[in-house]
């Protein structure tokens, strides 16, 4: 049993005195880490000069490079630097660079150490720090107990897990892709159910927008103003803050925690939003940021709330209104200056045409597309827990090997 601190160098001095001041060594921001086991994209290092690169931590080719924020480690951002410009470069201080003596420890061993469920269970025990940006400390690394094997024996179980982890790896990704083919196949059934209807032999005319293309004979032309009409009612802090997302529609604020937008003390600016309302994120509706409230509540005073007019089926028109090539159209009629700025006006929704079935028709095709949502999404939650079986399986087959649980020799 012995300490990293024995077997690496934390935090290597640069060696670059033949480089001169002006030399374009590389810079390795975080996002070029890649998770799990994925190395260091160098087609993502960000060339610099020597002379600019002073404040940040030095790297060499083959130093390992470790997250110490706890975001970055908890999705295992890790890897080995490799095809660096002139040989070094220079990593965001908010990762480890540990350099192995080679006469110890071998590279690849200790990068699936430092993968290793014990290894990740003491860096998370070290942190110190507030919120979602605690650290692992440096003594943590330094000081992890570990046994080491010989060269040979670090090579072989290296070798070994390479074969076994890229097996396990191999069906993950086949299974990630089936799940990006179900999310597909999801947009197009509802985009084909909402802009055709059920029967596909129905007799069709020309809609006569360019986006919208042919729609059912029988359904009627209108706006979206015959639909809804903009309120803003506010002083209902007491009820509960809801949130608009791409992906799910009007949902609870509190039933997520990824959102990094704190909700204010004061409330009483905040709109008050009913069942059946359309909710509205300006600057993100032509990424498909809107939906029909399924319950009460108050949300942001930046957000277009609007109240329903007319008649329409709400879950048919919540799909309609998300849609593909609808977050498109959305596109077309915002303004801005840079795609983060975007904004759609009220006016200009109010203003775009649809073509509406019949509102019994409206109802049984929102029905056919909850049957259609309930079976896909069943697929992808089926796929999604044997995804994490495999990555539970993974882990615990990289900690069995690195602390010699298991002989790879037996295993081979």
């Not at 690169?53 to 790297?59: E, M």
């Not at 509706?285 to 008649?311: C, F, H, L, N």
């Not at 596109?331 to 079935?357: A, C, H």
Request: charge should be positive; charged fraction near 30%.
């Amino acid at each position: 049993m012995s300490r990293l601190k024995f077997s690496v160098a934390l935090s290597p001095s640069a060696k670059i005195r033949r480089l001169r001041a002006d030399d374009p060594v590389s810079f390795i921001p975080m996002d070029a880490i890649k998770d799990g086991l994925g190395g260091v994209d160098g087609s993502r290092a960000e060339p610099l000069s020597v002379m600019t690169a002073g404040s940040y931590n030095f790297v060499a080719n083959d130093d390992v490079l470790l997250a110490k924020v706890t975001p970055c480690f908890e999705n295992g951002k890790k890897g080995r630097a490799e095809g660096l410009i002139n040989g070094v470069g220079f990593a965001t201080s908010e990762v480890y660079v540990l350099r192995p003596d080679a006469s110890r420890i071998d590279p690849d061993f200790l990068l699936y150490l430092l993968s290793s469920e014990d290894f990740r269970f003491e860096g998370i025990r070290s942190m110190t720090g507030a919120g979602g940006l605690k650290r692992v400390s440096a003594e943590a690394v330094r000081n992890y107990h570990v046994n080491i094997s010989s060269p040979e024996d670090q090579v072989a179980i290296a070798r070994f897990l390479d074969r076994e982890t890229g097996m396990i790896d191999g069906l993950i990704e086949k299974k990630t892709r089936f799940i990006a083919l179900l999310k597909e196949k999801e947009k197009a059934a509802i985009s084909r159910l909402v802009r055709r209807g059920l029967d596909r032999n129905a007799p069709t005319i020309d809609s006569g927008v360019d986006w919208r293309g042919r729609v059912p004979a029988h359904w009627v032309r209108g706006r979206m103003k015959d639909h809804f009409r903009q309120e803003k009612r506010q002083g209902y802090e007491d009820l509960t803050v809801l949130s608009v997302y791409r992906e799910f529609g009007v949902i609870e604020k509190s039933s997520r925690d990824d959102n990094i937008n704190k909700t204010p003390e004061d409330l009483s600016k905040y709109q008050l939003v009913n069942p059946n309302d359309l909710v509205i994120n300006k600057m993100k509706a032509w990424q498909g940021s809107m939906g029909i409230a399924p319950m009460k509540g108050i949300t942001s005073p930046d957000y277009v709330v609007m109240r329903p007019i007319g008649e329409h089926d709400p879950r048919y028109m919540h799909h309609y209104l998300r849609a593909q090539p609808m977050p498109w159209v959305y596109r077309l009629i915002s303004n801005g200056i840079r795609t983060d700025q975007w904004r759609m006006e009220p006016e200009k929704f109010l203003g775009l045409p649809v073509y509406m079935p019949p509102i019994e028709e409206q109802r049984l095709i929102a029905e056919r597309i909850d049957v259609e949502l309930e079976r896909i999404r069943g697929l992808i939650a089926q796929t999604e827990r044997s995804i994490d079986l495999l990555r539970e399986k993974r882990a615990a087959l990289i900690t069995a090997a690195v602390t010699g649980k298991i002989d790879v020799r037996v295993a081979a």
